[in-house]
């Protein structure tokens, strides 16, 4: 196994460095804004080059980006809410349907019946399983918490966390 592993690490190399020379660093804005305000005529190293300058001729430099204050940020654009497809409810039983009227009754909104219904689903399994209250309550309420349309400025959290299991517990389980 030693040798094996000695052959594999001898195979990556003798940690020569074939380096020769010193990189240099790309131009900075203001070396470009300054080319940019005083354009020079390039020159070639057919031409003579540069005093001073290293044996191979730098990169050109690219086009000046432009000033900050006239590009505008990019920002994702929200997606309406009007344009949200609605939900397909085709394939709901008349149980789940029963859950989802009795969560607006009360005034919790889920975005797609898929949460809602994932919710009672957990409800149902951790009453079925013994799970103490507070359990059910931690877990509900950062379900409910976790979803895109609830607004804590119309219920708290754990309201709305409260109202998914009493109303499982009733309706769905």
């Known amino acids: 196994m030693a040798i094996a592993a000695t052959g594999l690490l001898a195979a990556c190399g003798d940690n020569d460095s074939t380096a020769t020379s010193t990189p240099t660093l790309p131009p900075t804005t203001t070396a470009v804004t300054s080319q940019t305000q005083a354009p020079a005529a390039p020159t070639t190293p057919a031409e003579g080059g540069h005093e001073g300058h290293q044996e191979t001729p730098a990169p050109a430099p690219e086009q000046a980006p432009p000033p900050a204050d006239t590009a505008a940020p990019e920002r994702p654009q929200p997606v309406p809410t009007n344009q949200v497809p609605p939900a397909d409810t085709s394939n709901l039983t008349e149980k789940d349907r029963k859950f989802l009227e009795a969560l ?40 409910a918490g976790s979803d895109p349309s609830f607004d804590p400025a119309k219920m708290p959290v754990e309201q709305a966390g409260q109202i998914y299991i009493q109303t499982a517990k009733q309706n769905y389980c």
């Open 104 to 143: 607006q009754a009360q005034g919790v909104n889920p975005s797609s019946p898929d949460i809602a219904l994932s919710i009672g689903s957990y409800v149902c399994q951790g009453v079925a399983a013994g799970a103490s209250e507070a359990d059910l309550t931690t877990f509900v309420n950062a379900m």
